[in-house]
């Protein structure tokens, strides 16, 4: 038999926790290797987590530090997790709960003591505005929009999504890029099509409110966690991010944002500024910029754990997500027509010798 290999983000979680059964993990994760262990004498439980080597980002990511975030945060944003200090290593205390998306009907629809709480964590973000965090950032001044130039803003992101996304990546997918209909002119149209924003004050955002980053513990109290994709920018984005991650009922989707445009004007006027105009359109962006992120993702889990072999059982499955992707994001890429299934299949099979063979 084999010997199970043990990383070494498990091994310190071991050495930690002082008992390898006392380690739970890993958790369900894209970004991160994740355990779970509590601190010698139970009074807390901790998560250890660190960046898988492998991966590849696909969001832009504003400040350096997660935990020093957090510890910022501490009496501004309610139910956030602590910070804590082991071993010279600071641990974000572990919510125990479920999440949003647990226990839900199918419908999708959430509770409305759950969206009222959303709603006072989207307060409390519009209150915090850019100097009032003294937080390491990782991006240099030169590429930070002025405050309120929503379109500068947007314009950092799709740039992102353009040199970081589709041009570093292009190597290994350009050929499937280019035989779905994808092309650097795909950015310039995206850029057409969502120019002309209103100026709004910026704030922080979450930028990743999700079901899966929102639990709810035993008291039904809504905690917000992963913290890591947080930026400061124009709050009509997180909104934006939240309704297309968040795939509400039509019904709710109004209601939150009839509720949210009155809740950040209430707190900072302007914040909710040409929304009926703009919110549309950074949704179309948000639509846009999983494609290319949905091409890579897709077509990596379809080879099998060698990296090299196609699993074949699965291609029909990934080229129906990619052409949903395609369809929902044909008007701002631009994309006169969208690839067939069938297509979509060939495509990913024309890849394969390029990853079977890398």
Known sequence: MTPQVVSGTRRRAQQLGGDASVVKGPLKGYHHETYVLPMPGGTRIVKLREPRAEILWFDRRCFQSEEELLRALQGQISRIPEVLDVEGMGLQGFIEGRTVGQGLLRNGRVPDA????????????VRITPEMLGVKRRCMDKDRAEDG???AFLERLIAFSEEQVFERNHERFGG???????????????RKHVSGLQERPFCLL???????????????????IDWELAMLGDPLYDLATHLYLMRFPADQHRRVIRDWCRVVEHIRPGSSRGWEHDLPLILDFKRAQ?????VIRVS?????RDGKTLNW???PLAALKLQRVLVNAAEPLGLS???????????????????EFA
């Open 114 to 125: 759950l969206l009222d709480q959303l709603l006072e964590l989207f307060r409390e973000m």
């Open 300 to 304: 990596e889990s379809l080879l099998r």
């Open 176 to 190: 499937l890029f280019a035989e779905l209909g994808l092309s650097g002119e795909s950015f310039a149209r995206l």
């Open 206 to 224: 979450h930028g990743d409110l999700h079901r899966k980053n929102l639990i709810v513990d035993g008291q039904g109290q809504l905690w917000t």
């Open 290 to 294: 999983s494609v290319f992120t949905d």
């Open 313 to 315: 059982t699965g291609l």
């Open 149 to 151: 130039d929503s379109n």
């Open 337 to 355: 027509e969208t690839p067939s299934h069938s297509r979509i299949m060939g495509a990913l099979v024309h890849w394969r010798p390029r990853a």
